[in-house]
């Protein structure tokens, strides 16, 4: 499946950063960005250093990460940091 969407360079940092976040889950990319888990694995594979890459799925396919709602602890009932600035719909957050 090829990628609908275009996406600005503002757009793809946070689409990247969103992917690096362990409490970030693949659902909430899909639901701000429309991009599923497989167009996201391939921006991913895309964007970043084979290196970095192969960090990330590592970092992805292990225990540590939380990208799968599946798979995570029902404790967990939030797709961001409390911390985190709001985002609300298809919007990117507002940065300073």
Do not use: Y
């Amino acid at each position: 499946m090829a990628e609908q969407t275009s996406f600005n360079e503002r757009e793809l940092d946070r689409i990247i950063e969103m992917a690096w976040e362990d409490r970030t889950p693949f659902e909430a990319i899909k639901f701000q960005f429309g991009l599923p888990e497989k167009e996201v694995i391939r921006l991913m594979r895309r964007e970043l250093k084979t290196s970095s890459f192969k960090r990330w799925r590592k970092r992805v396919n292990s225990g540590v990460s939380q990208k799968h709602l599946k798979k995570r602890n029902p404790d967990i009932n939030r797709f961001r940091c409390s911390r985190q600035r709001a985002i609300t719909g298809n919007k990117i957050s507002k940065r300073r």
